[in-house]
């Protein structure tokens, strides 16, 4: 298939392998307030020209006066080309009259005098009421259909469709495309996604892909899934410091360049300042750094900062906060992916992995989402620090529910330890791929300076030998 019709919006046109195809019937099924005709409008402006002019016919859905009243609060909506390139007809004067078979001459008079490139029914399922009977319906789906093939143009049929519906209703079976429309409530709030149902001859990015609907249309994100890559890729050999000396010994000198780290610890045990020291090294070492942050915004963070005479305005520090109370998971990860190639990060902290679990739909495409970031950022040689929040406070049993520590290069784990009448925290490294790491218990501190971590058990041992011969 080579001909394509083009949303406008390459996100869009991408998922559909190209666009949708060209000369073509393609259906645009959702309930009501997914935003079918808001898309359709979208095609019509793209696609629009003089000598190839758009159709827009309404049913009895909605007023055609309401259509054209609700288009005209989009960004896209231009005036200049209504009359011109785009026309509005109402089908619902000649169905009250004329039945299904006056909507057949209608749009064939249609055709013949504008000679359109595009044409949209909206709404195409309402036409079933006018249809006496299952038959009668399809005889007029046939003959529709045939008279919209003998012209060189697509077509796109706007309806209410459920999912049951899709496996019963003929305009299924007629259709070249199908576009499906959703919403979704997860807790308090409600994602919309889109999917395509069918794409004759062409192929397409399956699943289901996040979008918004704004006043400049549709806002696709696709589905984040990265197969499998057997090609090698190159990464450099020098370490990346963690930003603290002592941490750095028991990584043996730090993380591997485009390693992926799991900081695991119960609540206010020190992981965002983990990251800071992480961001922050990088920055004054020349590897710019993006804190994605989805619990302190920048003035909160900003305020951390200064407590050890840092900041998070340094040169090559960006903050990306949003809300957890109001992302699409799919359309943050665009966004941090943009954030990185934009300023050339070479690290990034996500702060918290909790906040983006409650983000996402389900688990399992949550487990996707963190496999599909770790390897695009290890492609491209970004270190990627993640956070999150274990439930013990003085013993960890397991890591988390999520499964995401054997996606992670290393494991970090911070917690508290009990001692008489005070309590510490410690720090150990249960994790490091490719790597020797101490396995101790260190105890740490936050300092004016940051985290400063005791001496090993090891160099503790050894001074205490010291110390004794000297004495003897």
Same mark, same amino acid.
């Given at each position: 298939?080579?001909?394509?019709?083009?949303? *406008?919006?390459?996100?869009?046109?991408?998922?559909?392998?190209?666009?949708?195809?060209?000369?073509?019937?393609?259906?645009?099924?959702?309930?009501?307030?997914?935003?079918?005709?808001?898309?359709?409008?979208?095609?019509?402006?793209?696609?629009? +020209?003089?000598?190839?002019?758009? &159709?827009?016919? $309404?049913?009895?859905?909605?007023?055609?006066?309401?259509?054209?009243?609700?288009?005209?609060?989009?960004?896209? =909506?231009?005036?200049?080309?209504?009359?011109?390139?785009?026309?509005?007809?109402?089908?619902?004067?000649?169905?009250?009259?004329?039945?299904?078979? *006056?909507?057949?001459?209608?749009?064939?008079?249609?055709?013949?005098?504008?000679?359109?490139?595009?044409?949209?029914?909206?709404?195409?399922?309402?036409?079933? #009421?006018?249809?006496?009977?299952?038959?009668?319906?399809?005889?007029?789906?046939?003959?529709?259909?045939?008279? /919209?093939?003998?012209?060189?143009?697509?077509?796109?049929?706007?309806?209410?469709?459920?999912?049951?519906?899709?496996?019963?209703?003929?305009?299924?079976?007629?259709?070249?495309?199908?576009?499906? /429309?959703?919403?979704?409530? %997860?807790?308090?709030?409600? @994602?919309?996604?889109?999917?395509?149902?069918?794409?004759?001859?062409?192929?397409?990015?399956?699943?289901?892909?996040?979008?918004?609907?704004?006043?400049?249309?549709?806002?696709?994100?696709?589905?984040?899934?990265?197969?499998?890559?057997?090609?090698?890729?190159?990464?450099?050999?020098?370490?990346?410091?963690?930003?603290?000396?002592?941490?750095?010994?028991? /990584?043996?000198?730090?993380?591997?360049?485009?390693?992926?780290?799991?900081?695991?610890?119960?609540?206010?045990?020190?992981?965002?300042?983990?990251?800071?020291?992480?961001?922050?090294?990088?920055?004054?070492?020349?590897?710019?750094?993006?804190? #994605?942050?989805?619990?302190?915004?920048?003035?909160?963070?900003?305020?951390?900062?200064?407590? =050890?005479?840092?900041?998070?305005?340094?040169?090559?520090?960006?903050?990306?906060?949003?809300?957890?109370?109001?992302?699409?998971?799919?359309?943050? %990860?665009?966004?941090?992916?943009?954030?990185?190639?934009?300023?050339?990060?070479?690290?990034?902290?996500?702060?918290?992995?909790?906040?983006?679990?409650?983000?996402?739909?389900?688990?399992?495409?949550?487990?996707? =989402?963190?496999?599909?970031? %770790?390897?695009? =950022? $290890?492609?491209?040689?970004?270190?990627?620090?993640?956070?999150?929040? %274990?439930?013990?406070?003085?013993?960890?049993?397991?890591?988390?529910?999520? #499964?995401?520590?054997?996606?992670?290069?290393?494991?970090?784990?911070?917690?508290?330890?009990?001692?008489?009448?005070?309590?510490? +925290? #410690?720090?150990?490294?249960?994790?490091?791929?490719?790597?020797?790491?101490?396995?101790?218990?260190? &105890?740490?501190?936050?300092?004016?300076?940051? @985290?400063?971590?005791?001496?090993?058990?090891?160099?503790?041992?050894?001074?205490?030998?010291?110390?004794?011969?000297?004495?003897?």
């Amino acid at each position: 298939m080579t001909g394509r019709l083009l949303s *406008g919006h390459e996100p869009l046109d991408m998922v559909l392998g190209g666009g949708l195809p060209a000369n073509a019937i393609s259906l645009i099924m959702g309930l009501p307030g997914t935003g079918k005709t808001i898309i359709a409008q979208q095609y019509v402006f793209r696609n629009a +020209r003089p000598d190839r002019p758009a &159709l827009y016919f $309404s049913t009895v859905s909605e007023p055609l006066e309401k259509i054209v009243r609700f288009g005209q609060d989009l960004d896209f =909506f231009d005036r200049s080309a209504v009359g011109s390139s785009v026309f509005y007809e109402d089908l619902g004067s000649t169905l009250s009259t004329s039945g299904l078979a *006056g909507v057949t001459e209608q749009i064939t008079a249609a055709l013949r005098e504008r000679r359109p490139g595009l044409i949209v029914i909206d709404s195409f399922k309402a036409l079933h #009421a006018f249809a006496d009977t299952g038959s009668e319906f399809r005889r007029f789906l046939h003959e529709l259909a045939g008279r /919209l093939s003998a012209f060189p143009a697509s077509s796109l049929w706007v309806g209410e469709y459920e999912e049951a519906e899709a496996g019963s209703l003929a305009e299924f079976a007629v259709a070249d495309a199908i576009m499906g /429309l959703a919403a979704e409530r %997860v807790g308090q709030r409600e @994602i919309r996604f889109l999917s395509v149902r069918k794409m004759r001859g062409s192929g397409y990015l399956s699943g289901r892909h996040a979008y918004r609907l704004s006043s400049s249309g549709l806002h696709l994100f696709p589905r984040l899934a990265d197969l499998r890559i057997d090609e090698a890729y190159h990464l450099d050999d020098a370490r990346m410091s963690s930003g603290i000396p002592a941490l750095d010994e028991m /990584l043996a000198h730090g993380y591997w360049p485009g390693a992926s780290t799991l900081i695991a610890g119960p609540t206010g045990s020190g992981k965002t300042l983990l990251g800071l020291h992480f961001i922050l090294q990088g920055a004054r070492q020349g590897e710019p750094g993006v804190i #994605a942050s989805l619990q302190e915004n920048q003035t909160q963070l900003e305020r951390i900062a200064r407590g =050890f005479g840092w900041s998070v305005s340094e040169p090559g520090v960006e903050v990306m906060y949003r809300s957890p109370v109001d992302i699409y998971i799919d359309e943050w %990860v665009y966004e941090l992916m943009q954030a990185v190639e934009r300023t050339g990060a070479r690290r990034v902290l996500i702060d918290s992995l909790a906040d983006l679990r409650l983000a996402a739909p389900d688990e399992t495409r949550f487990r996707e =989402f963190i496999y599909s970031i %770790v390897q695009r =950022f $290890s492609r491209q040689g970004v270190g990627v620090m993640m956070t999150f929040e %274990v439930p013990d406070l003085f013993r960890s049993e397991r890591l988390s529910d999520a #499964a995401v520590s054997h996606l992670s290069d290393n494991v970090v784990l911070l917690n508290y330890i009990h001692e008489r009448d005070s309590i510490k +925290r #410690a720090v150990s490294v249960i994790k490091s791929r490719a790597s020797y790491h101490e396995p101790d218990v260190r &105890l740490f501190v936050i300092s004016p300076d940051g @985290i400063v971590l005791a001496d090993s058990p090891a160099a503790e041992q050894g001074a205490d030998r010291r110390a004794k011969r000297s004495v003897g």
